[in-house]
């Protein structure tokens, strides 16, 4: 049978792929449930600054990344110089910036590598909320679309070896948050209402025992639906992984596993698992891959080690079936997702902090060393393309409105689809 498609029917098809290809939101670190695979309708494999869409300078510093709501881009700065750190709000399309809105805070320790506005927002379809550690106190934020504040909360006794790091996420309606004490040897996992701050629960974890180092978690949760059950899988080195309902906090399971290195890159997750690395010194040393359960213990599915192409901050990323492990060092490990076994391991060069993710059927990610990389995702490694950026990225890509936004050392850059 022949089917004839009318010039109408087509224009209306075209319409409604691009208005899907528009109406996407990237409204958290990686994006929808913090997978980092986004939909643009075609990137060339390598660009130069013709190719820019719209570039516009950064006054202040920062590794957190942009996050989109319809046409408003968000991100956080810290102006060092003035001791404030800013929330900022462009227009997505041309780079405009609509407001900025800054708060003074007080210093706490931090890693070289680090700075004051590592934390990436997380949006709605009215506000967009920050959450960072000011002196000994952690910080929450509720701002407008317009840059007003709607309302502020703070918990006493954050402290950390190297700062802070963890971003915040809505999760069936609840703003969920993390926060940790090498102090006092205390974390939790907090839930407010994001209409107000109000605090809705709060879960204690991390029990240490006698003589353990408590070792602060940098990572961001992720949302699960496993057989109707929603949940928030979060992770800490000295309590392992815990699935939580978001509206209550109740514990709806735990895997302890036998952490002894700091938890910094995401979880990623995909194909109904969860999967999350651990280390030190630059390198990734532990990993697990878990299948949760609606309640009761999740299925260990594998462990891998030093030996393995192990991440450290750059976030897994899974797609189609496989786990591609972008490492620090520049060397890209893919995996079968499901079961470990290694697919291939080859090097690329350079070193990153910022973590991939997918644009136009591709694997992105941007080095230290101020070079975009593109990379085919299927079971035969090759370079597609290498981009040179105006300065180095430290920030994860964004994928929305038909673009890829790129947070760079100096730079916001805009990359329009085809």
Not at 26 to 40: L, S
Request: proline share 4%; aromatic share 10%; with cysteine.
């Amino acid at each position: 049978m022949t089917h004839r498609i009318t010039l109408p029917l087509l224009t209306c098809l075209l319409l409604l792929a691009s208005f899907e290809l528009a109406a996407q939101e990237w409204a958290r670190f990686r994006g929808k449930n913090g997978t980092g695979i986004g939909k643009i309708s075609s990137l060339p494999d390598s660009f130069t600054k013709a190719d820019y869409d719209w570039a516009i300078k950064l006054h202040g510093v920062g590794h957190s990344s942009p996050v989109l709501w319809g046409d408003k881009l968000f991100i956080t700065l810290a102006d060092e110089r003035k001791g404030q750190r800013v929330v900022a709000c462009y227009r997505a399309d041309n780079g405009k910036q609509l407001w900025k809105w800054a708060a003074d805070v007080d210093p706490h320790n931090l890693h070289k590598l680090n700075n004051f506005a590592s934390s990436t927002p997380v949006t709605s379809s009215d506000a967009v909320y920050v959450v960072w550690g000011s002196g000994e106190k952690t910080e929450a934020f509720g701002l407008s679309h317009q840059g007003n504040l709607l309302w502020k909360k703070e918990w006493e006794n954050f402290s950390s070896d190297h700062g802070f790091g963890g971003s915040p996420i809505i999760s069936e309606g609840v703003l969920v948050i993390h926060t940790d004490s090498v102090t006092n040897k205390k974390s939790f996992v907090i839930g407010l209402d994001p209409k107000t701050g109000e605090e809705l629960w709060r879960v204690e974890r991390a029990t240490l025992i006698e003589g353990e180092k408590h070792l602060t978690a940098y990572n961001t949760p992720v949302t699960l639906n496993v057989n109707g059950t929603p949940m928030v899988v979060v992770l800490q080195t000295n309590d392992g992984w815990r699935g939580l309902s978001p509206r209550t906090g109740e514990k709806l399971w735990q895997f302890k596993g036998d952490y002894s290195l700091r938890s910094v890159g995401s979880i990623a997750t995909g194909e109904g698992i969860v999967f999350a690395t651990f280390g030190s010194g630059g390198q990734g040393k532990q990993a697990s891959a878990l299948k949760p359960n609606a309640k009761g213990d999740p299925k260990l599915l594998y462990e891998l080690g030093l030996s393995d192409g192990l991440t450290y901050v750059p976030t897994p990323l899974i797609y189609q079936k496989r786990i591609f492990l972008w490492g620090d060092g520049g060397i890209l490990t893919c995996r079968k997702a499901d079961t470990g076994e290694l697919v291939y391991r080859e090097r690329i060069g350079g070193n990153f902090f910022s973590s991939p993710v997918i644009a136009d059927g591709k694997l992105w990610c941007g080095s230290l060393d101020g070079e975009l990389v593109s990379v085919t995702v299927g079971d035969q490694f090759k370079v597609l393309g290498r981009s040179r950026l105006n300065s180095g990225m430290n920030a994860t890509p964004a994928v929305a409105n038909n673009r890829l936004f790129l947070r760079t050392e100096t730079h916001l850059i805009s990359i329009k689809g085809r």
